[in-house]
């Protein structure tokens, strides 16, 4: 009478016991980390090397891939500098840097949605007075940008710092230039109202920096390095979290597909075009037509 061979399948075998190694290996690196002092580094330390081994082992990573990766990491060092950040611009078209915001910007009551930093923010930028001209001599069509800056109670905040920037209207913001202009960023106060205005030029789409490996992915993956028109903010006042945000111009055909996904609908403004010889604010003379908008802002509390 014949008896039921009882023998492991080898294949079975082989595979339990390579998936014993893989786990054994994250195991292993992951209680490297137990000494660690600091419990915020631990945690970010073993959840990353979670992540990465859980990647390469669902997607079967090859040595080949791993070592493209690195070579792309190793040129995206390469051609940053102190004016361009190909890693900024990595974690952008990657939607690594809205996630970040949208977890460290929790939804309050109506404060102002924040968006991406972006790659071309410059500290010092020039001061100029309520009413002033942040172009600098950066071409585009005058812009008439007004508002107010509030508290999340409805009070005006005096004295708020607003600080903006923003891309001529060939899409290049002045560190793109090659030399030391300024063009296209300023800083100014809002007034004992909370209201704030200035001129600047009308946003128009542009491009992400597409020459270089971030450049390169964007390509192969089919997708547009375009970003849709927009104008940055940063707005800061003693007692209200920081906000970081862009206004984007309704209408543009780019604000369903922004090559780093920083569009939001509470962000989309009316930019109205005003004809030529239309009287300004300010009694400012502009040569031919212009534009305005109006952004009304507001800070949620320190520490939400």
Request: glycine share 10%.
């Amino acid at each position: 009478m014949s008896t039921t061979d009882s023998t492991v399948d080898p294949a079975v075998e082989t595979v339990d016991e390579q998936q014993r190694r893989e786990a054994q290996l994250v195991a292993d690196v992951v209680a490297s980390f137990d000494d660690c002092a600091d419990p915020r580094l631990r945690e970010l330390m073993t959840g990353i090397v979670e992540h990465v081994h859980a990647f390469i082992r669902e997607t079967r990573l090859t040595e080949a891939e791993w070592s493209t990766a690195i070579d792309f990491l190793t040129r995206a060092g390469h051609i940053t500098d102190d004016r361009r950040q190909e890693f900024i611009l990595l974690s952008d078209v990657l939607g690594a840097s809205m996630q970040t915001i949208a977890v460290n910007n929790a939804a309050y009551g109506d404060a102002t949605e924040a968006t991406v930093f972006g790659p071309f923010f410059v500290d010092d930028s020039p001061q100029i007075p309520l009413g002033g001209d942040i172009a600098g001599g950066a071409s585009g069509q005058p812009c008439w940008v007004e508002g107010t800056v509030r508290d999340d109670l409805g009070n005006p905040l005096s004295g708020a710092r607003v600080e903006v920037w923003e891309a001529d209207e060939d899409g290049f913001y002045d560190v793109q230039y090659g030399d030391d202009r300024v063009a296209g960023r300023a800083h100014l106060f809002t007034d004992a109202d909370g209201s704030y205005r200035f001129w600047g030029v009308t946003p128009t789409p542009y491009p992400i920096p597409a020459d270089g490996p971030v450049g390169e992915m964007l390509a192969a993956v089919g997708r547009s390095p375009m970003r849709a028109s927009h104008l940055h903010f940063m707005v800061s006042h003693e007692g209200c979290r920081t906000l970081v945000t862009h206004i984007f111009v309704r209408g543009d055909r780019l604000l369903g597909s922004d090559s780093v996904f920083g569009v939001k609908d509470s962000l989309v403004h009316d930019f109205v075009e005003q004809p030529a010889g239309s009287p300004t604010p300010d009694g400012r003379v502009v040569t031919g037509g212009w534009s305005r908008t109006r952004f009304d802002i507001v800070l949620a509390p320190a520490g939400v």
